[in-house]
């Protein structure tokens, strides 16, 4: 009986373990890959074919910013999926808020072939830096929230927490910070902005190192 | 032999054990999410990039009641998503119906790309705000008769029966409910209209609880 | 070693037993289920919203052929699905000729989101009609011959084949039948060809129960 | 404790076996998959259906060229799909940098639909043959990194090497030759160029063969 009540999904409130309910964790999983799966393909649509036209190669080099931020967005997202995939490998069990929060950070990542195409259709705009800082800031924080009530809330494997806490709460932070620090840049410069962005790829981890060396 | 017709999908009319069949259960959930997340991530869809404009701050500002149509459709789809999830985890079995009523509910899923981006077009419209009650009450009454059917049916894990009489039947019930009420007041006024849907968020689960409480 | 060389997808030629490599047979049918969700999803792309009118009411109105053809695209390719599922959980083992001939029907099925909007921006057009049913056979007789090699190569479950002989192949070979009947029809009435499709939902399991009778 | 460590996905550097990961593992060829699924799908949305034509047939004709670029990119990203399952089907592990350059080679598949659309355009156009083959090697050439790397790092079972390394290898290799050589031939003649891409179905498996007995 005490085992049903713990298989019962509807015995609130109530954690549930990942063994005891491995389909419906999977489901969770699923969805959410889906979800990033379907959002990083939809990234091409912003790359328009363009309709009959004479140059055919001069429109291509002129679909060079475009490429550039379908392959930005492509890394990001493919970075975004990687962290998600580390996360919930750690999770022990999940509730129903971790699951809320989780589409509510699903929103954030459905945003970003829109944003995608507006930063490759105007590649020098402060608008459209701003907007792209914006999505990623916010798809970043709803990642960093995640991690913060799972840790709070009990949901992380006992072997994961130091690493968690240690490595994945740090570097998703940083990556928090600097898409937040560009948004003021981009008003200046988009050019500095977008180098802001891409420094993370390479000093990301380091940086989520150091302060994880701080706070020991 | 008798477990080997309990196991074949073939000898109907009969319901499959979840147990027995657990790839084709499986399945049914999977190809469900896989058409919950392509649904919801289209929903970016509904958002143009403006072609060559000027001022691109206040083309994103027009966007604004798009954005609204986004954020709330997310919710909504979401919302159905954590529904499913949760009643297809109190199923013990699954049979053909069951699978033929799921596919019914799916349809009404997949147009909320459409009334979405509908709504964020005409945002002050009678007819959009009309029509996007109506796909929202066809999938909400759609999901209903599943969990009747199902119960009927005996398709239910025992232990989940009296949750899904006591919750999940009537908060789903009230969310039909609203959103039927709410098309006569369109006609009056669509924010008022736009309002009752808001209110299932706050309200929802609490008149599902009051339902409940009377009917015991 | 005997066990090594059945596990390896690389010795060829073979069959591999779904128990014996139960990750990679699910590849296969989570690949299927992923093209059929977004296929059947894509369908709501064929339904526009119109931009800038002032009588909303009356563009949905005249929306309607397309809203039908979306309704019956959803439920062939919903009944596709099924069939496919059905199918599938029949299978004891799977080799690479069946994974190629699965390729060349899903080739067909992710055809049908441009079949249907064809459908439905040209409803009563002989063109329309008969691109159409040429795309439902292709997919139906590409399923059929699936079904057929799988028979033959002996990969069917044993206490599933008498069900396939009797029931799936003729039930699926008489969608074949009416879809080809339909293209030489659609010359005269395109109203006769589309409504033999809808018969298909009424009579075909009636239909393939029939010449199960007449094989025994 | 030992356990526990090599099952943490956080104890880097590390592999992990399938085996003790195998949810995380079932993940990575579930996002491939899920990508693998939409670009194939998305191909569809290439063919346009015309808008408001008189002479629906003769618009169709002319679709010609779009529905062959379909059907050749149909044909590419499934084979490129069985040759990942196959390969990920001999991985005894997995680790991070895998992952990485998986997330790489993905970005060239999901520019797929781009491509071939531009194709369907522009089938007679060098700039639009060059593109395609440009996509298809660096879709090509990053899968055999991939192969190479899995082999180099230890990540492929043990039974499974020899195959890999006699068969999977050299086939793939043949793929990004042929697509690289049919650069050049594409500014002499685009139909010489594309005859290429279809001389890898028939001969590629063979020429594969070939360089492994050149091997051994």
């Known amino acids: 009986m005490a085992e049903n009540v713990r298989r019962d999904p509807f015995a609130r409130p109530g954690k549930v373990h990942r063994e005891d309910a491995e389909i419906e964790f999977s489901r969770v999983v699923a969805f959410s890959d889906g979800v990033f799966a379907i959002a990083i393909t939809l990234l091409v649509l912003a790359l328009e074919v363009p309709a009959g036209v004479d140059d055919l190669a001069q429109e291509l080099v002129d679909l060079n910013p475009n490429l550039i931020a379908y392959a930005l967005s492509f890394a990001v997202v493919g970075r975004f999926w990687l962290s998600h995939h580390r996360f919930y490998g750690s999770l022990a069990r999940f509730d129903g808020t971790l699951m809320g929060l989780n589409i509510f950070y699903l929103a954030w990542v459905c945003l970003v072939p829109f944003s995608s ?22 798809a970043s924080a709803t990642f960093v929230i995640q991690i913060f009530y799972a840790y709070r809330a009990g949901l992380i494997r006992e072997e994961a927490k130091a690493a968690e806490r240690r490595y994945a709460g740090p570097a998703n932070f940083v990556v928090v910070a600097v898409f937040l620090a560009s948004i003021p840049v981009a008003f200046v410069s988009t050019v500095a902005a977008q180098a802001m962005w891409l420094a993370i790829f390479a000093v990301g981890r380091r940086a989520g190192d150091w302060i994880a060396r701080r706070q020991t």
């Open 117 to 138: 195409e507006l930063l490759g259709e105007y590649s020098e705009n402060t608008t459209s830096t701003v907007v792209y800082a914006v999505n990623m800031a916010g």
